[in-house]
């Protein structure tokens, strides 16, 4: 089964934020939920808690038993008496499922054998308690895990059990070992190997969208089955986000349910056609489409990586919703990586820190360029003000910067620029030229000294054209107003030309007039 998707969506609309944050999640209790809450803190959940540990605690030694020879990162599975002596370490953690609370697991399909589908694709992942839910149902499975998770007391010795796929985040080639390894056990060992039970998105999320799914378990091009998981309790005691209440009240507030209900549904196999096997990125999201139209949930373009700008908005003091940009979508469309969001995050940080509401307006954008508000501050405002609110965010403030730059600089531009600031044609700009153009296009009380003053790196009285050409990259909002005065004075030359010639209206296409028509359908 193939399903493949094309947006319908305008290259303008293209880049709107969506409404839903995936990495927010508040629980709010009735006055009878906390009572609830209270009294099960002092009755139920002590002994649920106690119950665990112990369960816990035997299933540990239990593993430690039937590992015992059983190395971390074998590359040959485990034996067929050994894989159904872990069998126990299943029905164990099914009775610490039913301690916590989830007394019924409500599973609709089949789930097929190794060699119709070797991956499980499991989504929306949501919770701590997915992996274990994943697990205790069905046939064995193996799946993915840190390997810094083999280090944490009984952790280690129960993923020993299962024989997961290993991912380092100190070893920079880490994610290509791991695509090695999905793709060995899924193709070149194919059924010697248990199903291999994959997060596509990386992250937990609050369920109220479906976000980027990677493409690791896309990628060996087999057949996969997707795999939809719901809580299905009216108060969401189990999404663990990351702006949002902690793993360890989380955990307290499920003990305290009566009852925890979940539902596993096993989808029909996902068999990809040519192009999704060649094309593991398309293949992901048929799949995830499919599985949002079960869930009717919306798809975003969302990803971990917004999830580490999120955390550097915290750490420059910052709400953590700034660095909440769709990461996919602005890395496919602009070509920006993560470290060149994080240095635009920075300089966004500083421009907008002493604001209230940590956004920009049209007075603070003026300030942070050195220049007053004039017609020609007001339309490049208007370029990174996408959804007209008068405020500009730093998904907007990246966005705008990119398409700023992308009719502003190039070498025509950029030459057009210097000429019109170089007035005496010697191929450089005085501070005096500099300061006489920027007058003009801003007024007699702006002082254009300390933008000047910004571009001079060698001689400190002009500009070299390799100088200006390199602030215009670095800077490309200034780029845009550069060629301001020259606009200005096309504009009179086409008034004049209307009329004394009324029939040539439009023969003349000023640079301004030419860049909106560039960046009409971005």
């Not at 998770?149 to 100190?170: D, M, W, Y």
């Not at 604001?355 to 007001?378: G, R, W, Y």
């Not at 054209?465 to 990259?473: K, L, P, S, W």
Request: charged residues 20%; proline residues 5%; glycine residues 6%.
């Amino acid at each position: 089964m193939s399903v493949h998707h094309s947006s319908g969506i305008p290259r303008r609309k293209s880049f709107i934020q969506p409404d839903v944050n995936p990495f927010v999640h508040t629980v709010n209790l009735t006055v009878l939920q906390k009572c609830q809450v209270a009294l099960m803190s002092v009755t139920l959940a002590p002994i649920r808690i106690v119950a665990v540990f112990v369960t816990f605690l035997f299933t540990w030694l239990i593993g430690c038993l039937v590992t015992l020879g059983v190395q971390i990162g074998d590359k040959n599975p485990v034996g067929h008496i050994r894989l159904a002596l872990f069998q126990s370490l299943r029905v164990l953690g099914r009775l610490i499922l039913f301690i916590v609370g989830f007394h019924w697991i409500n599973v609709k399909g089949t789930r097929v054998a190794v060699d119709k589908a070797p991956i499980l694709v499991v989504a929306p992942h949501s919770s701590m308690f997915d992996v274990l839910i994943s697990f205790v149902y069905g046939p064995s499975s193996s799946g993915v895990s840190r390997a810094e998770n083999f280090s944490i007391f009984g952790i280690g010795t129960l993923l020993k059990a299962f024989q997961p796929v290993l991912v380092s985040r100190t070893d920079p080639d880490s994610r290509q070992k791991t695509v090695q390894e999905i793709c060995r056990r899924s193709v070149e060992m194919k059924g010697h190997w248990p199903q291999i039970v994959i997060y596509p998105e990386g992250t937990c999320t609050n369920r109220k969208s479906l976000i980027t799914f990677k493409s690791g378990a896309f990628i060996p091009g087999v057949p996969v089955q997707p795999v939809v998981l719901q809580y299905l309790n009216k108060v969401d005691t189990y999404s663990w986000t990351w702006n949002g209440p902690s793993g360890l009240t989380l955990l307290w507030l499920t003990l305290c349910q009566w009852n925890n209900s979940v539902q596993v549904q096993f989808l029909p196999v996902y068999q990809p056609n040519i192009e999704e096997q060649q094309n593991p990125s398309l293949f992901a999201n048929n799949v995830r489409m499919l599985m949002a139209d079960i869930l009717d949930l919306p798809c975003t373009d969302h990803t971990f990586e917004d999830c580490r700008l999120m955390r550097e908005a915290e750490n420059l003091n910052m709400p953590m919703e700034t660095g909440l940009i769709e990461f996919t979508k602005l890395n496919r469309k602009l070509g920006m990586n993560l470290d060149a969001l994080k240095g635009r995050l920075q300089e966004f940080s500083m421009l907008a820190q002493q604001q209230p509401d940590k956004m920009l307006n049209i007075d603070n954008f003026a300030k942070s360029l050195n220049v007053p508000v004039t017609e020609a501050l007001e339309d490049l405002f208007k370029l990174y003000d996408r959804n007209e609110s008068g405020l500009i965010d730093f998904r907007e403030y990246v966005i705008g910067l990119s398409l700023v730059s992308k009719p502003a600089v190039t070498s025509e531009t950029v030459q057009l620029a210097f000429k019109v600031f170089d007035t005496d044609g010697d191929g450089f700009i005085s501070a005096q030229e500099f300061i006489k153009v920027m007058s003009a296009t801003f007024g007699d009380d702006f002082n254009g000294k300390k933008i000047f003053n910004e571009i001079t790196r060698i001689n400190p009285e002009r500009v070299s054209y390799e100088e200006f050409y390199d602030f215009a990259i670095q800077r490309p909002e200034y780029a845009k107003l550069f060629v301001w005065y020259y606009d200005m004075q096309q504009d009179e030359f086409v008034k004049k030309q209307e009329d004394e010639e009324p029939n040539a209206s439009g023969s003349v296409l000023t640079y301004r007039q030419h860049s909106k028509l560039k960046t009409v359908d971005q």
